[in-house]
């Protein structure tokens, strides 16, 4: 069985802060992919990174990076300088042996002026 | 390009009525799933598509939902006497022919039963 823990349900931030989303899973695959994606109050939820089990580098994409260590089978994501259109919900969500996608519960980060 | 294209958009719908939710994915794009969104949840797995066939069906919360996908592109999602708990919203996504491929959604169904 295949579960994604978000264990923070809302963040609320000021504008330009430093924000951490943290993804805990777990999975009996020795082989598996991790997503991050962001649902704004539009309602689509929206691709942001893929990391595959074998690749623990980090990633930077401009104020997004991503922090996967797979001794903690944990994959963090960090917004840099937080804005107000980075408000939406992220889901962390991981696929093994199968095509299905499994999602956390989603945090509500909000961001303020 | 054309995204995952829903429709419709929002249906309201009494209960013990039927409903069918439709999905057209992107184009070249093998891979199709369904998904349900409750209120403050993350998307649940209902039903995933290789082609025209389910590879995986194991979602589905029991015998009054079904889905089809005759021709390996638009799907359809059927909800049989519909009740209350199936109100949510239903997400489509589709991806590329290959494991771990990013899904792409559409911006969903929001089912309401009355």
């Known amino acids: 069985a295949q579960k994604v823990t978000q264990a923070q349900t809302e963040i609320s931030v000021v504008e330009k802060e430093d924000v951490t989303l943290d993804c805990v899973y777990e999975?009996?695959?020795?082989?598996?992919?991790l997503f991050w994606y962001k649902q704004p109050p539009s309602g689509e939820l929206v691709f942001l990174i893929r990391?595959?089990?074998?690749?623990?580098q980090n990633e930077i994409s401009g104020r997004y990076s991503w922090n996967f260590q797979k001794s903690t089978s944990s994959f963090n994501f960090t917004i840099t300088a937080s804005q107000v259109v980075d408000s939406a919900v992220y889901f962390c969500?991981?696929?093994?042996?199968?095509?299905?996608?499994?999602f956390g519960t989603g945090t509500q980060l909000k961001v303020e002026l | 390009g054309a995204g995952v294209s829903q429709t419709p958009s929002n249906k309201v719908t009494e209960k013990g009525k039927y409903v069918e939710l439709r999905c057209d994915p992107i184009?070249?794009?093998?891979?199709l799933y369904w998904y349900r969104q409750s209120l403050g949840q993350g998307p649940e797995f209902l039903i995933y598509?290789?082609?025209?066939?389910?590879?995986?069906d194991s979602g589905l919360p029991n015998d009054r939902f079904f889905a089809v996908r005759p021709e390996g592109s638009v799907s359809t999602l059927k909800i049989q006497r519909t009740e209350r708990g199936d109100s949510a919203v239903y997400l489509c996504?589709?991806?590329?022919?290959?494991?771990?491929?990013?899904?792409?959604f559409g911006n969903g169904t929001r089912l309401t039963v009355t």
């Open positions: 996504a589709s991806s590329l022919n290959s494991w771990g491929s990013p899904l792409h």
């Open positions: 999975t009996r695959d020795t082989t598996y992919y």
């Open positions: 990391r595959n089990s074998f690749d623990e």
């Open positions: 969500a991981l696929t093994g042996g199968g095509n299905k996608l499994t």
């Open positions: 184009s070249g794009h093998t891979a």
């Open positions: 598509f290789q082609g025209t066939g389910a590879a995986d």
